[in-house]
């Protein structure tokens, strides 16, 4: 049945504006805002600015780009650009979120000291007690000055640094894979062209050459440290920008294949199927 004229069946990407209603404080570039209680997001949709959450309290269900998290206490959250997400949280939860949009979120960035596909391949991090205490301290000390009127960016951007350093400490503890590609640039770098280059080049080859080394060998690369060939790896990220499309947009499959780089629609449905056992609009209407 088509759609009536204006009707959008697919939520859009929302911009950090939208939440300024209901902010307990915040300021052009960053936004504060507690979590109290059950809360639900039904549909999945997408931001445009960076978030990270903070869970004191909290039992759940967060589903980040097509997978479910457990939400627990004392975890962090975070959520890129782009992402796709959607939660169900219980009653008597009790959160933290500082929302950032992407030009004062540059100036911090680097203190995540990984690889921001990293972070998105593990965007739910436990912390310690003693860690949970410290970037719990930064938050109020972010809301405190958000507050006064006259809020200093150097001052939040210092304290916006701190959580970075202490969620990139928590995440290297947690994450092999992290320090897998903190020991291995040449890794780093690919999934680095990767994010850049995946919608227009698919073979391995084109990355090999960027990373001065023979297609061969990046392959091997992969397999020893990764447990997966490079093709893989590239095809994951076309694989789940194709599903970031399709659950947050109204474009056609067509449409969908040719913003990914498919050279036409029966290409990249067969790519998809192959990939999830599933059509392309199978799973945009599941």
């Known amino acids: 049945m088509a759609k009536p004229p204006g009707e959008n069946k697919y939520v859009p990407v929302i911009g950090i504006q939208e939440f300024r209603k209901g902010q307990l404080a915040g300021?052009?570039?960053?936004?504060?805002?507690?979590?109290?209680?059950?809360?639900?997001?039904?549909?999945?949709?997408?931001?445009?600015?960076?978030?990270?959450?903070?869970?004191?309290?909290?039992?759940?269900?967060?589903t980040i780009d097509f997978r479910d998290y457990a939400i627990e206490n004392r975890q962090i959250h975070v959520l890129f650009p782009g992402q796709v997400h959607r939660w169900d949280i219980e009653p008597e939860t009790i959160g933290y979120q500082l929302m950032i949009d992407r030009v004062f979120f540059e100036r911090f960035a680097p203190y995540l000291r990984f690889s921001f596909t990293n972070y998105m391949n593990h965007p739910v991090i436990p912390s310690t007690n003693s860690s949970f205490k410290l970037l719990k301290y930064e938050f109020d000390a972010i809301k405190d000055e958000l507050n006064t009127g006259n809020a200093l960016k150097d001052i939040i951007?210092?304290?916006?640094?701190?959580?970075?350093?202490?969620?990139?400490?928590e995440a290297e503890r947690l994450f092999a894979d992290f320090k897998v590609y903190q020991s291995n640039p040449r890794l780093a770098k690919f999934n680095t062209l990767i994010e850049q280059y995946f919608k227009e080049e698919k073979l391995v080859a084109f990355y090999a050459s960027?990373?001065?080394?023979?297609?061969?060998?990046?392959?091997?690369?992969?397999?020893?440290?990764?447990?997966?060939?490079?093709?893989?790896?590239?095809?994951?990220?076309?694989?789940?920008?194709?599903?970031?499309?399709?659950?947050?947009?109204d474009l056609?499959?067509?449409?969908?294949?040719?913003?990914?780089?498919?050279?036409?629609?029966?290409?990249?449905?067969?790519?998809?199927?192959?990939?999830?056992?599933?059509?392309?609009t199978a799973f945009r209407d599941k």
Request: hydrophobic residues 45%; charged residues 20%; proline residues 3%.
């Open 27 to 62: 300021g052009d570039e960053l936004l504060f805002n507690e979590l109290h209680g059950e809360r639900h997001i039904d549909k999945p949709h997408k931001h445009d600015f960076f978030i990270i959450m903070l869970f004191e309290k909290a039992r759940g269900i967060h």
């Open 157 to 169: 951007s210092a304290r916006a640094a701190v959580i970075a350093a202490i969620v990139s400490k």
């Open 210 to 249: 960027k990373l001065n080394v023979s297609a061969n060998y990046l392959n091997i690369l992969c397999k020893k440290n990764l447990n997966i060939p490079a093709t893989q790896l590239i095809q994951q990220r076309v694989l789940l920008e194709a599903k970031r499309l399709l659950q947050s947009t």
């Open 252 to 280: 056609s499959i067509k449409e969908i294949a040719f913003e990914l780089g498919f050279v036409d629609h029966a290409y990249f449905s067969n790519f998809f199927k192959n990939q999830t056992g599933a059509t392309p």
